[in-house]
């Protein structure tokens, strides 16, 4: 039977019980901690690294919009053709390189070309992982699950955005950009280090039955 209970105790419980919820909830998590911290590091990145005034933030937000809207037309037919696990597996990778080639832009015209690449898998991954749960959890507890995620989305903004700050301050802004970047990769090559480890034990025992 469905767990029963309030708000957020219930769809902690059925996310805990079903792997299928765990792992975007655990991957959204990761990716909006980068994206929150990278968001905070805008302005600097900017100012700092690429002699641009800090109002020019506004291109880059516009880029990413634009980004978004494309990525909004381009998920329903990448579902259809890919299904969901590999449509999560190839945004997340999208995203993770996006960030790196923003946080790595020469000048403002590449800074606001890599945020408009940063929204397609962006608004794809989110998306989808929405997409995930109406198909993958009771309708009596999607409105309970769906409050946990968003949640988690919250403790994701305040953590990236207090960290991103405190890394640059300690480590430097470039250390800190690309550090986020990769903090943004790890849900991605999770499970391609999973399969591929699982892809060797196979071809051992295999070899060693032969």
């Known amino acids: 039977a469905p767990p029963t209970g309030g708000g957020l105790r219930a769809g902690l419980a059925q996310v805990a019980t079903r792997p299928a919820l765990r792992g975007p909830l655990v991957a959204n998590t990761l990716f909006l901690t980068a994206n929150a911290g990278l968001t905070a590091l805008l302005v600097p990145l900017l100012v700092t690294r690429l002699d641009a005034p800090g109002h ?18 381009l998920t329903g037919p990448t579902l259809a053709r890919l299904g969901t696990l590999r449509t999560l597996l190839l945004a997340r990778i999208g995203t993770g390189v996006a960030f790196f080639a923003l946080a ?4 403002l ?8 690449l940063v929204g397609v ?27 946990l995620f968003l949640a988690a989305d ?25 550090a986020l970047s990769a903090l943004a990769l790890v849900p991605a090559l999770t499970p391609l280090a999973v399969a591929a480890r699982g892809q060797v034990r196979k071809t051992r025992k295999f070899g060693g039955g032969s």
Do not use: D, K
């Open 104 to 107: 790595n832009a020469p000048a």
């Open 154 to 178: 919250s403790l994701a903004a305040i953590l990236g955005g207090l960290a991103a700050p405190a890394l640059a301050a300690a480590l430097g802004l470039g250390f800190a950009l690309n």
């Open 121 to 147: 898998p962006g608004s794809m991954l989110l998306i989808t992982v929405q997409s995930h749960l109406q198909h993958t959890v009771p309708a009596g507890l999607l409105g309970r699950v769906t409050a």
């Open 109 to 116: 015209p590449a800074a606001v070309l890599a945020a408009g």
């Open 56 to 73: 020019a933030v506004g291109y880059l937000i516009s880029g990413l919009g634009a980004g978004f809207l494309l990525g909004a037309t």
